[in-house]
């Protein structure tokens, strides 16, 4: 047991020693136009399941009523890593990226009231486009190829309690600041060496606010159900400290069911309704759901889940697609002061001539000090 | 039993392939592209270029890299060049003991720098000058001089034509092969690239040497072919100029009642060389100064040009090519395949004619005979001046070498409205980040 702490804190280590900017890395093609790719606000224990599990999950960064059942200080931190193959009109490029998408941290203030900081990733910005073209400057055809790239991403910091009021009913409140950057640059190179290469750098800041509620209801000792709803205002994004644009964000709701299936199993579902369609051009309301399982001790549970959807950007009228399969464990250790969890997820997006298949690998640490 | 290694390794393993990240992938346009794009615009200045002028006198010809030697139509171009003083007394390396000398035979070098290798039977003719040369020295002051017949001439293509002799003791000697012919004259391949030394051999009716003229002599060459018959001999300003090495023996007293005869040679080079030719360049009068930018001829004129930056190649746009455009006023006149280097330099500091300038900014070569439009690459200066609102945005156009050659270009100033110089520029629009792409 020893050792298997010992690697994942490497582990940790290595995911987390690179520069920030690396650490909230893109997710989808299908985001390059639009705002990005929303972040998933799931743990690893939620994502093993397919996301079935994030309503009623504490260190799922989705809803806050399940804060309530924190009775002590913790903390929980997801890290992942992503390949990923495009296929696009027969062409594949194969893509790499490290993330850094959950921290939550909580403990009770009264017998009744948690309270909870972290942060997730609401969008991820970070993309390359690699693009070769032959243009006629000066009555020549002049070879060129461009490069645009994004690197950053949109962090959801959230503030959150919540109380249980009944004991079949928790509920909780969230305020949710929106912040981040993305490193933008774009570069031309000519095949004609007249022309000198062209290369253009910016940053832009965004910015935004938004709320969200949640309530668990037990409606048996083994039957819980959840639901909540979250509305965000408008992404600000300002380039040198002029707003450069303003988009909608969308209002979302969704719910879940959790069924404890004896001592060894719970099952879940989940689904989600969010609202995109204001944000911008080629931008679709998505629904989402997913269905997972937990078999095993708490100590070390095994893990399986699906899911399915749609994308909020994509071409044409029609929401891209994305199906998933998702797999993981679970470990305890220190009396349960600690816990390991490791994740795989197999994703397919598929939609406007494009397909991407996706492995993440999700790493999570929870601590009970 | 030996623990199984298998869940450390894993996470490890997944850590370090993480530590890479590649998010660059071709680009699916336009569907899965940003909304914006690179877009390129290619635009003709023609009123940046503000206050030129032209300018005399930089360099004289006895300051330039090269002598021009030419006898064409419409241009006679001699090269005159002074030797260095050659002692009476003989001094005898490594030993103190000195004698009076007596020169036995005289080498001249000269290489040619530049030739076209068109020219047919390119001859070159060497005369005897008056000691008397210098900066002053016109082509009409030594015309005399270069009427006469001459001490020696020698027939380039012949000497090309003829076998290398590679003896051992030739190499030895020579450093290398030589070709002669039957008068003692020799050719040799530049060391350094294929151009080619000549050594004319003079005896002493030739070279004599005189006591009151300290053993100096000048010389002058002319150039003679059936066509095109243009070259350039090296000067001492690159080092290159014209040598002598005299050949000479005395008595040395090996006891008070033996001696014996040695034979030794001296080298001299040239203290002073330079070309005079006719006509001489156009004087540079107040009309050519307002209607042309005067580029080139002896002495060297120069144009400085000043450029006046439109605002939104500063805010808007990478510039990432511009060439400037210069409209001569005529063909250039000179050898036929001949042709010069035109530079673009800008000035440190715009103080005028004397204004610093910094290291070349783009360059074209100007063929003789010629009006076609000179097309120069400044996208660097352009770039730079663009980006730094405290540069000095002026430049001065030069000839490369300077000096060098009666060669002399003038374009059309800013005066000349239909045919003034003009920039052409293409450039990147500022990309719209945080626009297309929130």
Redesign the interface.
Known sequence: MN??V???V???V??TA?PPH?LT??DS??G??G?GTPGRGESVRARSTGGAFAPFDAFSPLLEAPLADVRRLAAGVTLG?SWRT?D??G?E??????RFPALVIAGPITRRIVIAGGFGTYLDK??????HDT?D??GQPVGVT??????GAVADLRFAAAARVHSRLAVGVALHGLTGSTR?A?V?T?DDS???????R?E?AYGGLGGSASALLDVTRDLRLAGWVRSDTK?T???RGRT??T?DLPVAFGGGVRWRAGTEAVVAGAVAWRRWRGA?PDSHDTFSWSLGGEVGSVESPLRLGVRGGQLPFG?GGRAPTEFGLAAGLGKQFSGGRGRLD?GLERLERKG???SERVWT?V?GLTVRP | MTPCPRPILLPLLLAIGACTERITAPGACPDFCPRDSIRLEDVILDSIIVRDSAYAGYLQGYQGEALAVADLPGVDSRAIFLMNRFTEVMPDSGDTTRGPGIVDSSWVRVHIARRDTNTANLRLKLYRLPITIDSTTTFDSVAAEFGAPPLDSLNVDSLLARPDVVDSLTVATWGDTIRTDGAGHVLQFSPADSTLILYFRLDTLQAPFSVADSGKLAFGVRVAADSLASIALGANERLDGATMRRFYHYTKMIDSTTDSTVSTSLLRGATFDNFVFDPPTPALDAGAVDSTLVVGGVPAVRSLVRVRIPAFLRDTTDVVRATLLLVPAGPVPGAAGDSFTVVVRPVVTDIGPKSPLSGSAGRATVHIGSADTVRIEVTDVIRAWARDTTAATAFVLGQIPEAASYTQIRFYSSRATARRPTVHVTYVRRFPFGGGTP
């Open positions: 050792r298997a010992g690697a994942t490497l582990a940790v290595l995911l690179s690396r890395a893109q093609q299908y390059i136009q705002l890593t495009v696009v009109a062409t490029a194969s893509l790499r990226a490290s970070s993309f390359g486009v690699l693009t243009i400057i000066r461009d490069e645009i790239t994004s690197d933008l774009a031309r000519f007249l022309y000198r290469t062209s290369t253009a910016e832009i992404l994004a300002d380039v450069a644009s988009t911008g071409p490791f406007g001539g494009l690998f790493l």
